[in-house]
Structure formats: structure tokens, C-alpha cells
């Protein structure tokens, strides 16, 4: 099988690796790596503290892919001789005042009712995991199954893999002559589809210090405010984001620099001592309702090459019908599956994403339940 992976961002490259490793000739298209969401990611590893009421078909998806995380990293570390920086201390969410905390105890017993661990904290607990949080800190509770990843260490570790990178930009489909196509250039694939993909921003800053402030990753908010602290080994402490609906703008603004430090000196005051070493934004590639498009590009999005039969409810899988004029593959016709609109979760889901596309590029089924991603849902 020959296939090829629009997007050289984790998703892409994700997939790419994971075709490469079912033997397929793989050529990723990317003409400006440098863009790729991932390196302005933070790398939580979150399907406790980034679940949201009501997405109970995506908090499934995330719980899957953070189980496939050990060994996706430890195989990448092994494939590439490169560390992505995983580490398992779990994440405290914390909360400044009594307002703040009525909503992480509600939070609380939603994960509870979810199934999901999570251990109430009071002020003292948390500061004796956590010495240098704020005196004024109210409470909170530990994740114990929110991890990180370094994203930009995982964007290296992919790069450095035998796949064949090409800086051509794709941006018509029925162009590609491979068996199969993976569009997963994040909310580029809006323009490349047609799909409803938007871009959201998110401003983030990375700070640095002699040695790490916090341990674990730090999930705040102070009078009302949201802001994440993912700490570094090497002492840098990455401070997020803002989510901001303003298409495809990436300028860092004094508003949202503010809108993240206010909030990470409240709850962690020595961040006023680190260095700004960064300031970036980047866009998230958001869906309408929020959770990824994974499977078949549906029917009225169809390259003019090949008939692309979208799932069934409950079904995975892809039926493709050559047209009479291609045949440069004896017949076979060609695919095109997308995987992108992974919004705020595109580096936990990279390792389940990468599986449900090899399943359907090489055996046109998956065994993982993809049937609320369907790529046809919104047409
Ligand atoms: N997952 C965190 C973010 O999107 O900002």
C-alpha cells in the first residue's frame, strides 16, 4: 500500500508512523512544519481534567488513547532513540478561593459519577505536595490519571523516523495517485475538504527557571480564571492558553499574556521570578461539536476519483467504488480518511487516532468504537 499523510504535525506523523510499521510506503506532505499545532502545545495527557459534561463518547475516546500512551511513548523512545518526555506524577487541580473551589468540587463529583479517580485536597494537602503554591489557595483535588508528554520532544522523535517527508504543499485531492490518503493537517483540512473545521486560538507562554517550581501539572482557577502549569524537567514551565474564536489569527496580544499570568501568580507566585522566555499561539482545530472527525471523507466532500461510501452508524469502515478513469491501480480505487478536529486534545489522542486510521487504511474496519467521529456527521 502506498499511502500519503497530508500534515506533519503529531496526527500526521502519528499515523504515518503507524502505517510505516503495517509496511506501507508512506510520503508525508507538510510545507510548513514549523506551524504545527504541537509545538505550541502543552502535552497534558488529559482525560480527567479535559472532559466535559456531556461528551461522554469523546471521554471514552481520550480514556483509550491515554491507555495506549505508555507504549506509544516507550515504543517511540525505542523506534528513535529519543526521549518525549512522559512522566506519570498525575495533575492537581487547585483552587484559589471559595468560588473557585465550589466549581472544582463540582467537578469532583462529576468525574466521581464518570468513574474517573480523583481525590479531594484540601489547601494544606496540596501545598504539602506543592510547597510553593499560593498560602490562599482554598483547595482542590489530584488526577492521578492526567499525565504529560514533551510535544515538541514527540515532534522530534516522529521527524527522526525512516518516513519520507516531502515540503510540497497538497491542496487538491483528486491529485494523489496513492492507494490511500490521510488528510490530518489540523484546520487546514477545512479548506482541503470542505469539512467544518475552525480554527480556535490559544496563546501560551513558556517560562524559565534554575530548577522546576511544581512537580505535578497544575490545573487552576483563581477568581474565576482558567490557566494550566505543566512543569519541565529542565525547569521551564509552559503556561496555558487561552481559547480565543477569532479564525486563523496567531498574534500573541498583552491582553492574553495578562489573562495567563494574573492567574498562575495567584495560585504559584514564584512564576514572577521565572523568565519569559516565550510567547506563542496557536490554533486549535475545533469541529462543531468539539470532537474529532476520524474515518471516510463523507460522500458530497469526494475527490472525483474515487466514490468514498460513508459509514453507517455504528459501523466503521469505508466501501469505494473506482470511477471508469482510474485506473492506474488496476481498479482497486483509492481512499481518503481524515483525521483532524482533535481541538484541545490532539496530543492525548495522537496513539488511539493513529490506530483507527491503520485499521481502516490496510483492513477497511477498526475494533475501537469510532462511531460518534464519523467524518459524516455533520453533512
Ligand atoms: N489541551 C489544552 C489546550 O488545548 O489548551
Not at 482557577?221 to 481559547?243: F, I, K, Q, S
Not at 489522542?349 to 483507527?356: E, F, G, K, Q, S
Request: with cysteine; net charge neutral.
Amino acid at each position: 500500500m502506498r499511502a500519503t499523510v497530508v500534515g506533519g504535525g503529531v496526527i500526521g506523523l502519528a499515523c504515518a508512523w503507524e502505517l510505516l510499521r503495517r509496511g506501507a510506503q508512506v510520503t508525508v506532505h507538510d510545507p510548513d512544519p514549523g506551524r504545527s499545532a504541537g509545538l505550541v502545545a502543552a502535552g497534558m495527557l488529559a482525560p480527567t481534567a479535559e472532559a466535559n459534561y456531556g461528551e461522554e463518547a469523546l471521554r471514552a475516546l481520550m480514556l483509550e488513547s491515554m491507555r495506549r500512551w505508555p507504549a506509544f511513548a516507550a515504543e517511540l523512545e525505542a523506534a528513535s532513540g529519543m526521549r518525549v518526555g512522559y512522566r506519570t506524577e498525575g495533575s492537581l487541580l487547585v483552587a484559589l478561593t471559595d468560588d473557585d473551589h465550589a466549581e472544582v468540587l463540582r467537578l469532583v463529583d462529576y468525574y466521581r459519577r464518570a468513574g474517573t479517580p480523583i481525590e479531594p485536597l484540601t489547601g494544606r494537602q496540596l501545598r504539602e505536595l506543592e510547597p510553593m503554591l499560593s498560602p490562599r489557595v482554598r483547595g482542590g483535588a489530584f488526577a492521578p490519571g492526567d499525565h504529560q508528554v514533551d510535544p515538541r520532544l514527540v515532534l522530534r522523535a516522529l521527524r527522526s523516523l525512516p518516513i519520507r517527508f516531502e515540503s510540497t504543499s497538497i491542496d487538491d485531492l483528486s491529485t494523489v495517485r496513492d492507494d490511500v490518503t490521510i488528510v490530518a493537517n489540523g484546520v487546514g483540512a477545512a479548506r482541503l475538504t470542505g469539512l467544518p473545521v475552525r480554527p480556535v486560538k490559544g496563546q501560551l507562554l513558556r517560562l524559565r527557571g534554575a530548577e522546576p517550581l511544581v512537580r505535578h501539572v497544575i490545573r487552576g482557577v483563581a477568581l474565576g480564571r482558567h490557566v494550566y502549569l505543566v512543569p519541565r524537567a529542565d525547569g521551564e514551565l509552559v503556561v496555558g492558553a487561552t481559547e480565543e474564536e477569532r479564525g486563523a489569527d496567531t498574534t500573541v496580544t498583552a491582553g492574553g499574556v495578562l489573562d495567563l499570568l494574573r492567574p498562575a501568580a495567584d495560585l504559584l507566585p514564584g512564576v514572577v521570578e521565572l523568565t519569559l522566555a516565550e510567547t506563542l499561539a496557536g490554533l486549535r482545530p475545533g469541529t462543531p461539536d468539539n470532537a474529532p472527525l476520524l474515518g471516510p471523507l463523507p460522500v458530497p466532500h469526494r475527490v472525483d476519483h474515487a466514490v468514498v461510501v460513508p459509514d453507517k452508524p455504528g459501523h466503521s469502515g469505508s466501501v469505494v467504488a473506482p470511477q471508469p478513469h482510474d485506473q492506474r491501480d488496476g481498479g482497486r480505487g483509492r481512499r481518503v480518511l481524515v483525521a483532524t478536529g482533535h481541538y484541545r486534545n490532539g496530543v492525548l489522542l495522537a496513539p488511539v487516532t493513529a490506530r483507527v486510521i491503520a485499521d481502516l487504511a490496510t483492513t477497511g474496519a477498526t475494533d475501537v468504537d469510532v462511531a460518534a467521529f464519523a467524518a459524516t456527521r455533520f453533512t
